[in-house]
């Protein structure tokens, strides 16, 4: 069974960073308040739980091996996340203690985190095989810590509250970041080697797919998951570390907290079914656009946008459908004389069948910045380093075909 972040004793990893900077067990123990027999086999477990040494015995004291300085720099931010969720009004009125986060066990942590996914301590007994009662337990010692309610029954379930929410993306992060420290020093190449991808409309059709199947040919034993969604579908996943990486438009300006890398500017097209009315119209005016129907996105999403931007100044035409998902609007404009804009990637393999085709040419305003976001600070795997080359890769080979 692969070894998971709670698994691992949180007061022994809070002391690793001690042993590395004072090169002394005995320093160490003194700075974080075990004592030297506690601390010594502590950390001997969590070394056999490891399969790896962290440090080198010696005369002159301990030396931290590359996996002990990895592991260390690795549980150091994932304490820093454990802080941050405490400072921002975890506490409430004096009632905790001034430090939560450093008083928190795993087992309270793996505890609140599987009620906040489970959405209830009956499922989270199952998901954990953990009793209720220990699991209440557990919940409530951390309530007594951070002094303030983290889930409120409500009806005959339970709500998470602000508090809750802002510990458990600290949890999730914290998890996160020990999680791929576990991976990166396991003697089995087959443990961390995991990848949480969130896919918008746009990367869906010819960019992830090549580099996901590059990194397969390239990482036999990846275990890769994509989630697809919108933009607003999958930042607060991003946030949280649910996902690792979000592909596809980017925003400006970037959000506070992520970080975004460009890979290509996209130039957004209309789009219809083959054989349309204005298909043999070499540059339609907007006259001709208006004079039909239009399928456009939702709300204030960039497409909607460049879709008011393309009428800027003039009436704009009936739009009797809003839709985000690229199959549906597939399927509709197949069927009728609707038109939409949309990448020409999101529709290459329709128009390379003969299924649908570009009306005219793209547009002059229609630009759209693609690339990879992810969250400040994060700091990706090997595997998921190399997936990022590779989705640099996949971007220039698109552009290099579309310049042929």
């Given amino acids: 069974m692969s070894l998971k972040p709670f698994d691992l004793n949180l007061r022994h990893l809070r002391a690793l960073a001690a ?45 931290p091996t590359q996996s002990g300085l990895l592991m260390a720099e690795r549980v150091g931010a994932a304490l820093d996340h454990l802080a941050e969720a405490t400072r921002s009004g975890l506490r409430g009125g004096g009632r905790g203690f001034a430090r939560p986060d450093l008083l928190m066990t795993a087992t309270q942590l793996h505890a609140f985190l599987s009620l906040v996914e489970a959405g209830s301590f009956a499922g989270a007994a199952i998901r954990t095989g953990i009793t209720q009662p220990a699991l209440h337990r557990a919940v409530r010692d951390l309530e007594q810590l951070c002094g303030v309610p983290l889930a409120e029954r409500s009806g005959r379930g339970l709500v998470v509250t602000s508090a809750g929410r802002k510990l458990a993306r600290g949890v999730r992060l914290a998890a996160a970041e020990i999680g791929a420290a576990i991976g990166e020093i396991s003697p089995d190449p087959g443990i961390g080697s995991g990848i949480t991808i969130g896919a918008m409309p746009l990367s869906r059709a010819l960019l992830l797919p090549a580099a996901i199947a590059s990194l397969v040919r390239a990482e036999s034993r990846a275990a890769i998951d994509v989630r697809e969604g919108s933009w607003r579908e999958l930042v607060d996943p991003l946030r949280d570390g649910s996902i690792d990486l979000m592909v596809g438009a980017l925003r400006d300006p970037p959000p506070a907290g992520l970080r975004q890398d460009h890979l290509f500017e996209d130039r957004l097209v209309v789009v219809a079914r083959a054989g349309h009315p204005l298909a043999a119209i070499p540059d339609p005016t907007l006259a001709d656009y208006a004079r039909y129907g239009w399928i456009i996105g939702h709300g ?24 985000g998902s690229v199959m549906v609007i597939r399927g509709v404009l197949h069927q009728s004389d609707l038109l939409t804009l949309l990448s020409p990637e999101q529709v290459a393999i329709e128009m390379e069948s003969g299924a649908l085709c570009q009306i005219g040419p793209p547009l002059h305003h229609g630009e759209r910045p693609i690339g990879i976001t992810t969250r400040e ?9 190399r997936f990022i080359e590779m989705l640099r890769e996949a971007a220039r080979a698109t552009r290099l075909q579309e310049s042929e």
């Fill in 300 to 323: 204030d999403t960039p497409l909607r946008q460049h879709w008011q931007d393309l009428f800027a100044g003039a009436t704009l035409p009936l739009a009797p459908i809003e839709c």
């Fill in 377 to 385: 600070g994060w700091r990706p795997t090997g595997v998921q380093q």
């Fill in 19 to 63: 042993i590395v900077a004072h090169g002394s067990m005995s320093a160490a123990a003194q700075a974080v308040n075990l004592s030297q027999p506690a601390l010594t086999q502590g950390l001997a477990k969590i070394e056999r739980q490891l399969g790896t040494s962290l440090f080198d015995r010696r005369a002159d004291g301990v030396r």
